[in-house]
């Protein structure tokens, strides 16, 4: 056999003697053949006993490593080193395949390596105005510090959320139940956020809050749970030194002051009468007449015993709505006011409730304070459901009570001992003119920028429903 194929072999490749070749040439051709004979002997060796078929005309395996075809010296060449270089950046990473690779491991290392979801969550609030441009967080702007922005400055540091969260803060579902304005303090703020429920999140929130804002309890609620479109009713008191229900007739701008009994059941009887659904747009700006939004319920509105605070006789009035204008409780208040003064008949109080323009005093911001929140409806739904908790917080009432003494009282009375805000705002009432009708419209606006520059407070809070 090995004869044979070296037989053709020098057939196929017939060197010596043939014309125009030289000796030389002839040699080193013959040389070659030799060598390609000893491959084909090799190559037949391996395939012999394998039932691997033989190349045609050659008896050489096809799938031999050194397979031959006719012409060839060797075997097919490997790749070259700059081959070689192309397929191996063909299979590194492109730019952006290690951006996005850096953007995952900066997310779990923002995350802390965790990669449990976010749960929504509502926190009860507390904190004093006093210092503060209002509860609403206004992003890019860091001129007017606010309750939010301490708020969301304390979940970053205390790893609640990620950073870009505090940027963005849709990306945490983040709503407040009412947005209370400038000065403005609250005991029973609600906030409905996602964030991770790490241990002690309480804790570890009120660690990097200050000492006038604090979150008093936590708890898990409906993932599309809103607290301002699910809230069915807000508790708002006002604060404020009882001298400002004395006569006009009478000096009683002084800490000797007290309220009679016979002035306290006159004060109720008058603030009783806001009871039921009335018309409140002379208690706000920007509402025409016969705006159905104008129309607000007022479920209670009272004022409680009064007390004494250094020295100086304090009452709280307490009002509970299904939701609240801007400015709309302290002009009710305001109104109120000129009443138990002398200043206003009290026939205004149904003459407000129609469709003429009537001139309504906005008393003071100072010493109004969000007090509660409620829910009734999402508790008879989801408090029993055995995976959810009613929004209900009396097992911290005395938290909460603690606050209010520690952090909103005394600011309330130190600042009204101090700057006098009522005693300021109450020298304004003989300008207003309360038998006024659409005619002096302009003078009512003009009389309350006049009475708003004395306020340390600003305009009072509401349910932001239609401001926020």
Not at 361 to 366: I, V
Not at 394 to 407: A, R, T, Y
Request: with cysteine.
């Amino acid at each position: 056999m090995l004869r044979w194929v070296a037989h053709r072999l020098v057939t196929l490749y017939p060197v010596a003697g043939r014309s125009g070749v030289s000796s030389g040439t002839g040699a080193s051709l013959i040389r070659q053949q030799q060598r390609r004979g000893d491959m084909a002997s090799t190559a037949l060796q391996a395939g012999i006993g394998t039932g691997v078929p033989l190349q045609p005309g050659v008896g050489v395996p096809v799938q031999a490593g050194t397979a031959l075809q006719a012409g060839e010296e060797e075997a097919e060449p490997r790749p070259s080193r700059q081959q070689q270089q192309g397929e191996e950046r063909k299979r590194r990473p492109g730019p952006g395949q290690n951006q996005q690779a850096a953007k995952k491991l900066r997310a779990e290392a923002e995350a802390g390596g965790r990669k449990r979801p976010k749960r929504k969550v509502v926190l009860l609030l507390a904190y004093s105005g006093k210092g503060y441009h209002g509860m609403q967080r206004n992003v890019g702007s860091s001129q007017f510090k606010t309750i939010e922005d301490e708020l969301v400055k304390a979940l970053v540091t205390a790893e609640c959320i990620p950073e870009n969260h505090g940027d963005d803060m849709r990306k945490m579902s983040f709503q407040r139940c009412a947005r209370t304005d400038k000065g403005v303090s609250a005991a029973g703020q609600i906030v409905s956020l996602k964030l991770w429920l790490i241990d002690n999140l309480v804790d570890r929130i009120n660690e990097h809050l200050p000492k006038g804002i604090k979150i008093l309890g936590l708890k898990r609620v409906t993932g599309r749970f809103n607290s301002k479109n699910t809230c069915d009713a807000r508790t708002y008191f006002y604060m404020l030194p009882t001298f400002a229900f004395a006569h006009k007739d009478h000096d009683s701008q002084a800490k000797e002051y007290r309220l009679s009994s016979e002035a306290l059941s006159h004060v109720n009887s008058l603030l009783a009468s806001y009871k039921g659904t009335h018309n409140f747009h002379n208690f706000t700006s920007g509402k025409a007449a016969r705006d159905p939004s104008a129309k607000r319920y007022i479920m209670e509105m009272y004022c409680e015993e009064p007390f004494v605070r250094q020295g100086m006789e304090f009452a709280v009035l307490k009002v509970k709505g299904q939701s609240f204008m801007m400015h709309q409780i302290r002009k009710m208040i305001g109104l109120v006011i000129a009443v138990v003064r002398g200043y206003a008949a009290e026939s205004i109080m149904a003459r407000s409730w129609g469709e003429e323009k009537v001139d309504v005093p906005k008393a003071p911001g100072l010493g109004l304070v969000l007090d509660t929140v409620h829910f009734e409806k999402y508790n008879n739904r989801f408090g029993n459901d055995g995976v959810h908790e009613a929004l209900e917080w009396c097992d911290i009432e005395e938290q909460i009570l603690g606050f209010k003494e520690d952090h909103i009282y005394p600011t309330i009375v130190k600042t009204e001992i101090e700057e006098q805000s009522m005693a300021n705002w109450l020298n304004t009432l003989p300008i207003h003119d309360f038998s006024a009708t659409a005619s002096g419209v302009q003078l009512n606006e003009n009389h309350s920028k006049e009475s708003a520059d004395l306020d340390e407070g600003s305009d009072g809070g509401s349910d932001g429903g239609d401001s926020d």
